[in-house]
Structures are given as C-alpha cells and as structure tokens.
C-alpha cells in the first residue's frame, strides 16, 4: 500500500520559516519523481517545486529564492524549506509522487502565514 505522509505544517509569522517533509512508503521512492503542491481556499491546486529521480530541482518563480526541495532517499522522504513566508504562502501543501503513469499524493499538512 503507497503511503505519503506529510508533515510540518503549521501557524507562523510572515517572515518566519518551516520545513515540511513527506514521508514515503510502498514505493521504490528513489526512482520516483517527488513534488510538492498547494491549494488555498477557492483555488485551484499549484505546484510549488519538483526534484526529479536524479536530483535535479525546479521550484516556481512566486517561491524562487524562498522555498527549497531536497530529498533523501535513505529516508524515502522529500523536503521542503520555507523561508521568508508571506501571508499569500497559506495554503494546504500536499506531496506527490510520480513516475510513469503513476500519481499518488499525500493527505496534506496546512500552511498558515499570519501575524
């Protein structure tokens, strides 16, 4: 059974940081392209960064220089970084894994930004 189990999400300043992770079970999760994804109330599911099998890393501009994904594949687990968090960064965060025609996502883990 594919599991994608995130976490770290929580309540934090404008400004501050957080690192969500997403933990992954029943998948050979090296060979899996990893991402992660957003949706805010009312909107449509975005996505925020990828790492691909190999390492190699895109995150979209709203986040550049702010958000970083990482994975470790000893942990079967993929990163996300956030710093300098603004108030538009709120959001639920869901991770995703891909390979071929296959998608699994996680449950989630909320991201709120307010002071």
């Known amino acids: 059974q594919v599991q994608l189990v995130e976490s770290g999400g929580g309540l934090v300043q404008p400004g501050g940081s957080l690192r969500l992770s997403c933990a992954a079970s029943?998948?050979?999760?090296?060979?899996?392209?990893m991402a992660w994804y957003r949706q805010a109330p009312g909107k449509q599911r975005e996505l925020v960064a990828t790492?691909?099998?190999?390492?190699?890393?895109y995150s979209v501009d709203s986040v550049k220089g702010r958000f970083t994904i990482s994975r470790d594949n000893a942990k079967n687990t993929v990163y996300l970084q956030m710093n300098s968090l603004k108030p538009e960064d709120t959001a639920g965060y869901y991770c995703?894994?891909?390979?071929?025609?296959?998608?699994?996502w996680g449950q989630g883990t909320q991201v709120t930004v307010s002071s």
């Open positions: 029943g998948i050979f999760f090296r060979a899996y392209n």
């Open positions: 995703g894994a891909s390979l071929d025609n296959k998608m699994y």
């Open positions: 790492v691909t099998s190999g390492g190699r890393t």
